[in-house]
């Protein structure tokens, strides 16, 4: 049989150390399945580690290392196909193209377009979505199938574009920039399956990235699987690990919505009437209480008391009332002791010359001067006719000639009726 025949020549070929890149690393059950790029040629021969060489290597190894592996061609007899099988792999250097991708990486988080503040937030159920995706690939019936599940009414726009290869770039470049331009567009999924490295090697483009980056639209990045890391998803305002993943983020489910709502109201039904059950009950509180089940207790208990406190007032207004009018009566007696009135009103007199001044010796009223006598009740008009000689009185003899309605303050001197002469009585001018 061919097939054996191959195996035979094949087996009897040696191994051989070859330098490649690889561009695919998975494990399963151990055994590690991957893919070697040559860094020269555009060639790519699929490789096999068993689990056995697996554990003597001393390195950590991932896709898009540059490696030197010792190779012997394998030929499976019952699938047809050929593989190298490795029995020993060591690192040479990062490979060209992950160390031209992380060299644009790092140019474009300098620039800032991986920022988390300038990511745009996606909204809660977009009416119409753009999707960039391949034609009639399975990323394009996963993000369809499962947008539509969740929320029937949801529309989209399709972009077709190639999702590897030379035309990568340009057309999905094209097709954000057309999405992005529709106003009803509100956010755009950029959808690819899973592939090996070099296959999303165009999500890395850097022309894929700005576009990205200046769109107006909020864009999802859902390329690959979740292993898989493409610069797009670097700039996109969120990564999705899967092309479904990005159906479910993008688009909410309604039944889990309607039942959140249901929930949300069912929950404010219960808070409202728990708060109303505590308030009726505080109320009821309230009422039962003596201060408001009966109010008249208030009067009642407070009646006695207001009684005996008015009673108490009216006792020391009454006090206080005479006390103070026994006051008011020492004072108008001693008022009436001070005044020069009652001075008058026991017989004295005040003796004023012509010019208002009060005659206080008998040199101040010569004869002939005119006087001014002021008497208890009225005044008289009167004529000095010179000292007397009086040396007990002091005073000069005066001749009325008649009352006088004129009254003046000043000092006094003795009624001739007085039996006793007294000091005179007055004040200063």
């Known amino acids: 049989m061919l097939s054996n025949k191959l195996k035979e020549y094949l087996d009897r070929l040696g191994t051989v150390w070859v330098e490649g890149e690889i561009t695919q690393w998975g494990i399963s059950a151990g055994n590690v399945y991957g893919k070697l790029k040559d860094v020269d040629a555009d060639a790519t021969v699929s490789f096999t580690i068993w689990s056995s060489v697996k554990a003597r290597l001393s390195e950590q190894f991932t896709q898009g290392d540059r490696v030197v592996a010792l190779v012997k061609p394998n030929w499976w007899v019952k699938g047809g196909s050929l593989t190298m099988q490795v029995f020993d792999l060591k690192h040479v250097g990062v490979g060209d193209l992950l160390e031209r991708i992380e060299q644009l990486r790092a140019k474009l988080q300098a620039e800032g377009l991986f920022d988390p503040?300038?990511?745009?937030?996606?909204?809660?159920?977009?009416?119409?979505?753009?999707?960039?995706?391949?034609?009639?690939?399975?990323?394009?019936?996963?993000?369809?199938?499962?947008?539509?599940?969740?929320?029937?009414?949801?529309?989209?726009?399709?972009?077709?574009?190639?999702?590897?290869?030379?035309?990568?770039?340009?057309?999905?470049?094209?097709?954000?920039?057309?999405?992005?331009?529709?106003?009803?567009?509100e956010v755009i999924i950029v959808a690819r399956g899973g592939g090996d490295f070099q296959n999303l090697l165009g999500f890395s483009d850097e022309r894929v990235v700005r576009a990205a980056a200046e769109a107006s639209t909020p864009i999802v990045s859902a390329i690959g699987h979740e292993a898989d890391r493409p610069l797009l998803d670097e700039v996109a305002d969120l990564r999705a690990s899967t092309p479904t993943d990005a159906a479910k983020r993008v688009v909410p489910d309604v039944a889990d919505e309607l039942a959140r709502v249901e929930q949300t109201r069912a929950r404010l039904g219960m808070r409202l009437t728990a708060i109303l059950t505590r308030e009726i009950d505080r109320i009821e509180h309230l009422r039962s209480r003596p201060s408001l089940a009966d109010s008249n207790w208030i009067v009642d208990r407070r009646a006695e008391e207001l009684t005996r406190w008015v009673a108490r007032g009216t006792e020391l207004v009454e006090r206080t009332l005479e006390r103070q009018a026994s006051r008011v009566g020492e004072l108008r007696g001693h008022l009436r002791a001070l005044s020069p009135q009652a001075t008058l009103d026991r017989g004295y007199a005040i003796v004023q010359g012509a010019d208002g001044h009060v005659v206080r010796s008998s040199d101040a009223a010569p004869a002939g001067a005119s006087l001014v006598v002021t008497l208890a009740e009225g005044a008289l008009a009167a004529v000095s006719e010179g000292a007397t000689g009086d040396v007990r009185t002091g005073a000069s003899t005066v001749t009325s000639t008649g009352a006088n309605t004129g009254t003046s303050t000043g000092a006094s001197t003795p009624n001739p009726s007085e039996s006793t002469p007294a000091e005179p009585v007055g004040g200063r001018e």
């Open 117 to 185: 503040a300038r990511k745009k937030r996606l909204p809660f159920l977009p009416g119409v979505i753009g999707l960039v995706t391949g034609r009639d690939s399975d990323a394009e019936k996963d993000v369809l199938r499962n947008a539509h599940l969740r929320w029937p009414a949801v529309e989209f726009r399709i972009e077709y574009a190639a999702v590897q290869g030379d035309r990568t770039v340009p057309e999905v470049v094209r097709a954000i920039a057309k999405l992005d331009a529709d106003p009803e567009v």
